[in-house]
């Protein structure tokens, strides 16, 4: 089970911490990633952190704005998002996949979601 927090409206320019906190015993196993979803819009990657060695890959239009980070002591997930921008405005889903290699982009090959956080970024 997946469960995100950290969601919330801010002005353009501002930041926030998704957190998403994982239970099991085999978190470490998992290649986590965060996916949004904005009204009328399929669900895009975000980012993704292997299981391994924790390589991190971004879309284009959030690299450089937003890390995601992994502790698999509190087997949680993070993603700060800094200068976000209203087109950063969407629900935004925690995901969890037992696919090996590469941490894939397609939502379809991610096996366990949360049930999603809203951000909200005002102009």
């Known amino acids: 089970q997946l469960v995100e927090s950290g969601g919330g409206l801010v002005h353009t320019g501002g930041s926030l911490r998704l957190s998403c906190v994982a239970s099991?015993?085999?978190?470490?196993?998992?290649?986590m990633a965060w996916f949004r979803q904005a009204p009328g819009e399929e669900r895009e990657f975000v980012a993704a952190i292997s299981r391994l060695d924790y390589t991190t890959s971004y879309a284009d239009s959030v690299k450089g704005r937003f890390a995601i980070s992994r502790d698999s002591m509190t087997n949680m997930v993070f993603l700060q998002m800094n200068r976000l921008k209203p087109e950063d405005t969407a629900v935004y889903f925690c995901?969890?996949?037992?696919?090996?290699?590469?941490?894939?982009?397609?939502?379809?090959?991610?096996?366990?979601w949360g049930q999603g956080t809203q951000v909200t970024v005002s102009s």
């Open positions: 995901a969890a996949t037992v696919v090996l290699g590469s941490a894939p982009k397609r939502h379809q090959e991610y096996n366990y």
């Open positions: 099991g015993r085999t978190f470490s196993t998992y290649t």
